[in-house]
């Protein structure tokens, strides 16, 4: 079970693609889970021949379960299960003359009482288990036969599995990033007005010769220069782990997209600055697309070296954003507006937009910040080079 | 002795002649072994385990020493190094304390040191545990000392079958083997099977099978563990009962196996419960079985005082089978 | 092709780029990407669809006349009543 996000604790197989005796490369799509961001296309990065199903379909299993074997695939070793670190800080003990028959328990009371056993059936029939109100186990803790005893009343009522998006998991998700991002992440946040005035006249001289398929949108320019930036100021692309930063060779942007009713994804566009205008147009409309419907990739959740969010032409003048972890640079692209705009000492309407940079105040500063942002409206002055 | 199974073609015997017959045995099939230790010979040993045993094989061979337990048990250590197969036997294991340095030091140590040039294929017996009114400085159980000196074999046999069949395997292992025999065990009687030749000395056995709770214990307690579980039975509660036999190098896959499948454990344990192998038992099972756990880990132990003369006082002491069934009946019907 | 035909042919487009969308929701005087939450990027695929299935190759300067069910019948009754203005 690939971790698809940074809070990411565990998926529900819902559908297998293949078959024991199905042989695989790398790139295939052999299973679609379910996560708190949706319904994920599990890809392979292997070669071989599936010789072992170990997940079936409807098992919610941790991230790091083994979902499959597969036969010829060298140094196939399953990623590491995560285990959370317990942290149970207990005051010392009284020495007593007698040891106590059972240590005191000094947790709070609101934690839940309930067994290792139970809990991971909980969470292998995807159960709350703070919905079962009363355990019958030692010292009045839930234990397995009352998660069973649950289960099967609540089987009735369990909705099935199913493809699509799961809006109460996905807000959970973005608050567990968010909160751990806004915890941990000392931002910093820089914003430049810039001119798009070549920008928007060189798009729409662009788009006027085109189909309508082969039109761009402003935000493909965003993406291309900030994307472009990136590679002038590297230390704003990469991921900071273990109290380390580590920079990313390559440029993979994180595209943020709202979904209605709530929610954001940010699926990567894969070396964004090599990719031409129209490439990147494509991409875009495929990635919107596909996340509207929930048929995401597992790499394009996980790989993003970097997040870039426009807000379009219904959305606030600016935005500063909350940076996704590992990341360390989130950019930010406000509705375009026309205002009046000093040109060569004279007055004049320009439409604008207000580029942000809210970035890791552990890996840059704000100088680094600052040029990135004057790179990002230079490169939007000269729209046919991008 | 209740053994679990009984066999028709099957000896009965006390655990004690279960040791004399294994000693006899080594003694016949090897020249190199002899027998050492306060009062084996004429006496005939403390429990009468040797006794007899001088009259056939001669003072060469069933040699009475002096009483210090460091001077015999390093003879021992010498005359293994320089190939004999000695099985040296100790009173009780409170008066092993003397013999500390020639085990720990010497015995564990000098294959260690040389590199593998020596090796020491010394087997060490002795009694231990309480029950007897005897006392504190006779009643001890410090078998999980023992256990916790990597280079040693720590053996706690508590049937017939281990009594008669592990020290072949002890002799034929060229490191130390202490041989744990509890001295309320001495007097019990069991079937030996008559087709059995040899035990292992590396695995724990399952001596009872159950669903519902695990009984992990060794030596004197096995027998209250049974009973706890015929006890428990008849209250519908299914236990099972894993006898370690070997504490070092501990069976670590049975006893997780057994608690994967009950998820509930109860470990039973004559030795002190701080420090004890009943701890280091618990906390493998933490380490390496943390999600099969239904119910917290449980231990009975003796109680943390010296072991008192007085026999009521004795009895409150030591783990007994009310106590047993009480900890393992509240883990799987809490009240 | 008749309005009503139009009519449903846009919802049936808007149902495909927002399958989430109740399209009984649409109101003809509504602006239809705050009814139905479409961004520029939807908007984008919705005029695509309409040159796919129509023919209709609407110029970037007349997306606003899109806007709304009422004015987008309008402009593609004209543009397939006029056919020489829009040959994609």
């Known amino acids: 079970m690939p971790a698809l996000g940074a809070d990411m604790e565990a998926g529900t197989l819902v559908e297998w693609l293949v078959k024991p005796g199905d042989r695989v490369k790398s790139g295939d799509v052999v299973a679609v889970v379910e996560t708190q961001k949706g319904a994920i296309e599990v890809e392979i990065f292997l070669e071989g021949v599936v010789s072992n199903i170990l997940v079936p379909v409807g098992a919610r299993v941790p991230v790091g379960t083994v979902l499959a074997q597969i036969d010829g695939a060298p140094g196939a070793a399953p990623p590491l299960p995560l285990e959370p670190a317990a942290a149970a800080l207990k005051p010392a003990p009284q020495i007593l003359a007698q040891a106590p028959p059972m240590p005191a328990i000094t947790a709070p009371s609101s934690r839940l009482k309930i067994t290792p056993a139970a809990r991971r059936r909980a969470t292998a029939l995807s159960l709350d288990p703070t919905m079962i109100v009363k355990g019958t186990g030692v010292e009045g803790s839930i234990r397995l036969a009352d998660v069973e005893t649950y289960a099967s009343g609540a089987k009735l009522a369990q909705r099935p599995a199913k493809k699509g998006l799961d809006l109460s998991q996905m807000r959970q998700a973005i608050a567990a990033a968010m909160s751990r991002s806004k915890r941990e992440i000392p931002h910093y946040y820089l914003t430049e007005t810039v001119d798009l005035n070549a920008a928007l006249t060189w798009i729409e001289r662009f788009n006027a010769e085109k189909t309508p398929v082969e039109r761009i949108l402003p935000a493909v320019l965003f993406l291309k220069a900030a994307a472009l930036a990136l590679r002038e100021q590297p230390q704003l692309n990469g991921a900071y782990e273990n109290g380390a930063f580590i920079p990313s060779s390559s440029i993979h942007v994180g595209w943020a997209i709202s979904l209605r009713g709530g929610g954001l994804i940010a699926p990567a566009i894969r070396d964004a600055d090599k990719k031409s205008l129209a490439e990147l147009m494509g991409a875009m409309r495929d990635l919107v697309e596909r996340a509207r419907r929930g048929n995401l990739r597992s790499s394009e959740l996980t790989s993003p070296t970097v997040t870039v969010t426009s807000v379009g032409d219904r959305g606030a003048e600016s935005v500063t954003g909350i940076i996704y972890p590992p990341q360390v640079a989130i950019i930010g692209f406000g509705r375009v507006v026309t205002r009046p705009w000093v040109v060569d000492g004279r007055i004049e309407t320009r439409p604008l937009v207000t580029v942000s940079l809210a970035a890791d105040h552990r890996v840059t500063d704000g100088h680094i910040g600052g040029l990135y942002l004057a790179a990002v409206g230079r490169l939007l002055q000269e729209p046919d080079k991008l | ?335 | 092709m008749t309005d009503a035909e139009i009519r449903a042919l846009i919802l049936e487009l808007i149902g495909e780029i927002a399958p989430e969308a109740d399209l009984a929701l649409a109101r003809d005087q509504d602006d239809l990407r705050e009814v139905f939450d479409l961004d520029s990027m939807d908007f984008a695929n919705l005029v695509v669809a309409i040159h796919d299935r129509l023919g209709v190759n609407i110029p970037e300067a007349h997306y606003n006349q899109l806007f709304t069910l009422e004015c987008a019948i309008a402009y593609l009754h004209d543009a397939l009543t006029q056919p020489k203005q829009n040959d994609g």
């Open chain 2, 1 to 335: 002795m209740n053994t679990p199974q009984a066999n028709a073609a099957a000896t009965r015997m006390t655990y004690r002649e279960a040791c004399k017959q294994a000693l006899r045995e080594a003694l016949l099939s090897d020249s190199r072994v002899f027998l050492m230790g306060e009062d084996i010979g004429r006496y005939g040993g403390c429990y009468a385990v040797t006794k007899g045993l001088l009259e056939e094989f001669g003072e060469e061979r069933i040699r009475d020493t002096p009483l210090s337990e460091s001077a015999f048990v390093g003879a021992g250590v010498g005359a293994a190094m320089a190939g004999m197969r000695p099985i040296v036997e100790i009173m009780t294991v409170n008066f092993s304390l003397l013999a500390l340095d020639q085990i720990l030091n010497n015995a564990v140590t000098i294959p260690h040191m040389s590199g593998g040039q020596f090796a020491i294929p010394l087997v060490i017996r002795m009694a231990t545990g309480g029950g007897r009114r005897v006392g504190a400085q006779h009643s001890r159980s410090l078998e999980g000392w023992y256990a916790h000196i990597p280079g040693l074999r720590v053996l706690t046999p508590a049937t017939v079958e281990d009594a008669r069949f592990m020290l072949k395997g002890a002799l034929a292992d060229p490191n130390p083997v202490i041989i744990f025999e509890h001295v309320m065990l001495y007097n019990m009687e069991g079937d030996l099977p008559s087709d059995m030749e040899k035990v292992d000395i590396a695995h724990a056995k399952l001596r009872r099978a159950g669903r519902d709770v695990s009984l992990i214990t060794y030596g004197g307690s096995l027998f209250k563990a049974l009973e706890a579980a015929d006890a428990l039975a008849a209250e519908g509660i299914d236990a099972e009962v894993i006898d370690l036999r070997v504490l070092r190098p501990l069976d670590t896959k049975t006893i997780l196996d057994s608690v994967a499948k009950t998820r509930r454990c109860v470990i039973i344990d004559e030795g002190w419960r701080s420090g004890s192998i009943s701890a280091e038992i618990g906390m493998r099972i933490a380490e390496e079985a943390f999600f099969e756990l239904d119910a917290p880990l449980r231990r009975v132990c003796s109680r943390e005082a010296p072991i008192p003369y007085a026999a009521h006082l004795e009895d409150a002491c030591l783990p007994q089978v009310a106590t047993i069934v009480a900890v393992a009946r509240e883990l799987v019907r809490p009240s």
